[in-house]
Nanobody
Framework: QVQLVESGGGLVQAGGSLRLSCAAS????????MGWFRQAPGKEREFVASISWNSGSTYYADSVKGRFTISRHNAKNTVYLQMNSLKPEDTAVYYC?????????????????????WGKGTLVTVSS
């Protein structure tokens, strides 16, 4: 079972930037797709971005396209989410997720009921 630990959240003004990190351990990180999701107060968890096991494919929610960038450093077992031009509506707890099947490119932007491995989240607050 993989362990996921997010970091990098905090308070930022609208228009600012943050970079989230998710450190993974417990299995071969480079074999699995990774993703970021978020949950705002009173709302359901939603997809933000994902990256395939080999970084060949990335997907983004429409609400963050052009502002957020997902990347991974397999040698460091870490996936990142660079968030620029932040808006108050980006305020949420951000969660890291890992795929359960190696060497595939899941389309979590179309549904993610099969995700079993989640981090505990990191809070991002964007003030107006």
């Amino acid at each position: 079972q993989v362990q996921l630990v997010e970091s990098g959240g905090g308070l930022v003004q609208a228009g600012g930037s943050l970079r989230l990190s998710c450190a993974a351990s417990g299995r071969t990180f480079s074999n699995y797709a990774m993703g970021w999701f978020r949950q705002a107060p009173g709302k359901e968890r939603e997809f933000v971005a994902s990256i395939s096991w080999n970084s060949g494919s990335t997907y983004y929610a429409d609400s963050v396209k052009g502002r957020f960038t997902i990347s991974r450093h397999n040698a460091k077992n870490t996936v990142y989410l660079q968030m620029n031009s932040l808006k108050p509506e980006d305020t949420a707890v951000y969660y890291c997720a890992a795929d359960t099947i190696p060497f595939r490119t899941p389309r979590w932007d179309q549904g993610y009921s099969n995700i079993n491995d989640w981090g505990k989240g990191t809070l991002v607050t964007v003030s107006s």
